[in-house]
Each structure stands twice: as structure tokens, then as C-alpha cells.
């Protein structure tokens, strides 16, 4: 392979990832507008913070996993002997 060729395919892969600021935003629970536009205004912050992800130009808001209780009080329905 050639220094050449290298570059060739470096410049593919790279122009396959959005590089820059998200542009839309998806939350997995309800989230209001002042929450999304600071997510999006902050989102390095959310992202080093683990409150979001990035997935190319989209910013995933992610809720924190539910522990074993409130999974249990959530989901189960039937009642504990």
C-alpha cells in the first residue's frame, strides 16, 4: 500500500463522519424545549457528563439505567410473597 492510497482511504473514512456541532436531537423520555436547546448548546458537556451521546450529527439524550427496585416497581405486576 502507498502513502498515497493511505490517503485516499483516510479521506473516505473521514468524509463519512459529520464532524461539527449536532444538528437534531433524540431523547428517550420527555424532555421540554429549554432541556433540548441546552443539550444542544452544551452538548460536549452532556456528552463528557454520560447524560448524552453522539451519534454522527445526533445528539442521544439518554436517561440513567433504573436500578433493580425501581425496575421491579415499574415492570412487575405481580405481588412479591
Sequence with gaps: MTVTSLLKRLDRIEAKHHVGAPTKIFADRPITD?????AL????????????????DVLLVVSPPMTVEEWEAAYCTRARH
Aim: hydrophobic share 35%.
Design 34 to 38: 429549554d432541556e433540548a436547546q441546552d
Design 41 to 56: 448548546t452544551n452538548w460536549r458537556e452532556w456528552v463528557a457528563d454520560g447524560r448524552a451521546k453522539l451519534r454522527g
